[in-house]
């Protein structure tokens, strides 16, 4: 029992040190640049930057538990969840105001076009990360056991 509680934490503690560094990553990677009447809505403001963040964390700990577990409709009821929330938050992408963005449809088409691919991006990115994160958590929890197995055959522990 005591051999599985340490490869949890080692597991777990792999994927999170990793996943605290998926928002570089999502920098990195979606680098669209919002118009300036569209800035409010940056997730990289101090007032979007926390939720994603925290939400980030527990997916991680939430796909480990469910692949360490062997219980993938967990992982995959919170994917379920997650696309249908977000189906709604994007159904108001394209019903925005026309006088909050551009009086030109071009431009605007344009600039809703930018804010739509840039939460796409990151939602996308942002899931596709954290199950890297998790499948190299899993790795070293497995690794953890084989080690303590082959020590304790050879009399270390």
């Not at 929330?85 to 449809?105: F, G, Y």
């Not at 840039?118 to 939602?123: K, Y």
């Not at 197995?149 to 522990?157: C, E, I, N, S, T």
Request: aromatic share 16%; glycine share 10%.
């Amino acid at each position: 029992m005591i051999t599985y509680s340490i490869a949890i934490i080692f597991g777990s503690a792999a994927a999170l040190g990793f996943g605290l560094l998926c928002g570089r990553f999502l920098t990195f990677t979606v680098n669209i640049t919002l118009p300036p009447d569209y800035q409010y809505l940056d997730p990289q403001t101090p007032e979007f930057r926390r939720g994603g963040f925290w939400l980030g964390l527990m997916e991680c700990m939430l796909f480990f538990t469910s692949f360490w577990l062997g219980e993938h409709v967990l992982a995959g009821g919170w994917l379920i969840f997650k696309v249908a929330a977000k189906w709604a938050v994007w159904q108001h992408v394209t019903r925005m105001p026309s006088d909050r963005i551009s009086n030109d449809p071009k431009t605007d088409l344009e600039f809703r076009s930018k804010v739509g691919s840039l939460q796409l991006g990151r939602f996308l990115n942002g899931t596709l990360y954290n199950g890297c994160c998790v499948v190299i958590g899993y790795v070293v929890a497995r690794v953890v056991l084989v080690w303590i197995d082959y020590m304790r055959y050879r009399g270390k522990f």
